[in-house]
């Protein structure tokens, strides 16, 4: 008897479809887009969009409710995202009529050498344990944002997370999946008696309550971003990472700082697409983007072979780039412009065989992974496109005692190869997978998105923007029509790709374009999940109304009032 495999009732259920829902996308809509004249939130978690509600409700501006809800998801996303993770945002300001971007990374301690690594073997850096932990940028993040924009006190930004730490919150479905990650975990100090106090992982449903993060993040409300950094905080975390045999040190958390940044940019086909520039990998979106405006996409189809190749093409060759170029600025010359120009884009695009999938790229010879995302929206029309992380499920394993929250594991992603612009360094940010994302028009704000998923990332904004421009699909199709991920390219870590790699395509794309694909030389995979998670806002300036959208993958929610 045939086994049937999930691979085979995609195909099945791809093969049902009919030609003309393949070319528009507009079949796989879950819902319609909610639209709203005062204000909007969309973020990963139903009770975090709530909050964000709330304190627009209040009086606070989009800039307050970001951070309230990032705040909240940080205790009921702990799988992806906390104060021990880092920070990015792009910011919309009505007032001054200008984006502003902002990097609140953190670096890596000034204690730790590349000599450290080599000499005992390392090959690369390990996932877990104290050596991948860099400082943690959120709390700093919080403060920058808040000054430089927020309306009301910290303090009625952090109660709700507060409250909830404290009186408990019901654990969904999709965070309770993940959540399992932590019995890996267990052997690490701490980690049992916050993630699992009842002996395993919280199940769906199951009342989870951290007061240990309610205490911190009570300090943070009363004594600010000084108390993390340069008080009681950082002190119980140097204390603990030196009797777990850590690096991370007093030191580097008093000497951190975020760093305001200029977004960068490219037009594709009218529409400018914002990013932040490295350490972070939002410029490879661009890149993707300046290789297809080459290409009549429209003509090509939704879900047509001749799409699907060339993305992934584009993708191959900027995931290039983005291997040997994308690293801390303060430590390299970064050619962004060069990067995202069109000449380059023009130069890399003769590369692409519209008939044979590449089984490898170089990279352009020039001159010079878990995350949550969130945007709100606000009556004034400020806007926040906001993007936090712990990178690798809950993290790197150490819980500083008492605190409630564990540090990130962000320094994996250094390479160990000499001369390479992202190999380790003390004191050096390592390159990072989270990027907000932004769209204007005629210098106006349009649209503010994200998709959360490590390499996922930039694959992710450039499908929404090719299926918003495109292939005409309003904002919750755009999100919720079937993606295509392309796994095994070069890596910031050092791993080269040689064998074309493999394309990953979700439920919904016919067999016979599979079957095409198959035959221009792409390997082809099915599978469930590793597509991201997508939330947007778009202004609407004509009727003065936003329309949210939200992941219909995991447990996201759009509202408005």
Not at 258 to 268: D, F, G, K, L, M
Request: aromatic residues 10%.
């Amino acid at each position: 008897m045939k086994t049937i495999t999930i691979a085979t009732i995609m195909l099945f259920l791809s093969a049902t479809l009919s030609g003309q829902d393949r070319l528009t996308g507009k079949n796989f809509a879950t819902r319609s887009e909610v639209i709203a004249r005062h204000g909007m939130a969309c973020t990963s978690q139903p009770l975090a969009t709530q909050v964000a509600l709330d304190i627009l409700k209040q009086g606070g501006n989009a800039i307050d409710a970001a951070i309230a809800a990032n705040a909240v998801l940080g205790l009921v996303e702990p799988t992806g995202n906390g104060i021990g993770g880092d920070l990015f945002a792009i910011i919309w300001d009505e007032k001054t009529q200008k984006l502003y971007g902002l990097n609140a990374s953190g670096r890596s301690p000034e204690s730790l050498t590349l000599d450290y690594f080599l000499e005992k073997g390392f090959e690369r850096i390990p996932s877990r344990g104290p050596l991948p932990v860099s400082v943690p940028g959120c709390v700093d993040g919080w403060f920058e944002m808040h000054d430089k924009f927020g309306s009301i006190p910290v303090r009625q930004l952090l109660e709700p997370a507060i409250t909830y730490a404290r009186e408990g919150f019901p654990v969904t479905e999709v965070i309770a999946y993940y959540w399992t990650a932590a019995r890996s975990l267990a052997r690490f100090p701490n980690v049992s008696e916050v993630y699992m106090p009842g002996g395993a992982p919280p199940s769906k449903g199951e009342i989870f309550r951290n007061p240990y993060l309610a205490n911190t993040l009570e300090k943070i409300a009363t004594g600010g971003r000084d108390v993390f950094y340069k008080g009681e905080i950082a002190k119980t975390i140097d204390t603990f990472m030196k009797e777990n045999g850590g690096f991370l040190s007093y030191e580097d958390l008093a000497s951190h700082k975020s760093e305001w940044v200029e977004p960068v940019s490219v037009n594709y086909r009218g529409y400018d697409v914002w990013e932040l520039p490295p350490n972070g990998q939002g410029i490879a979106a661009l890149q993707i983007l300046n290789i297809l405006e080459g290409f009549d996409i429209a003509s090509m189809g939704f879900g047509s072979a001749d799409y699907i190749h060339h993305f992934v093409e584009a993708k191959k060759l900027a995931f290039e780039d983005r291997a040997k170029y994308y690293a801390d600025p303060a430590f390299n010359e970064i050619p962004v412009d060069l990067l995202i120009s069109e000449d380059y884009a023009s130069e890399r695009r003769k590369r692409i065989d519209p008939e044979r999938a590449a089984r490898r790229y170089d990279a352009g010879e020039l001159e010079q992974g878990n995350t949550i995302y969130l945007t709100v929206a606000d009556e004034e029309g400020n806007m926040v496109s906001l993007i936090q992380s712990n990178y690798r499920g809950l993290g790197s394993g150490m819980v500083p005692d008492n605190l409630g929250f564990m540090l990130q594991d962000r320094g994996e992603l250094f390479t160990l190869e000499k001369g390479h612009n992202n190999c380790y360094a003390p004191g050096k940010r390592p390159f990072h997978t989270i990027i907000p994302a932004f769209v204007t028009k005629n210098g106006r704000p349009l649209i503010s998105f994200g998709v959360m998923g490590g390499a996922m990332q930039p694959q992710g904004h450039v499908q929404i923007i090719v299926n918003l421009i495109d292939f005409g699909m309003n904002l919750q199709e755009a999100g919720d029509a079937p993606r295509i991920r392309h796994g095994g390219s070069s890596q910031p870590t050092g791993e080269k790709m040689t064998d074309g790699g493999t394309v990953f395509l979700e439920s919904g794309f016919d067999e016979e374009v599979i079957r095409e694909l198959m035959q221009k030389g792409h390997d082809i995979d099915w599978t469930v999940g590793g597509f991201g998670g997508y939330q947007a806002i778009l202004l609407d300036e004509k009727n003065k109304v936003y329309y949210g959208a939200s992941e219909s993958r995991k447990d996201g929610q759009a509202a408005g009032y």
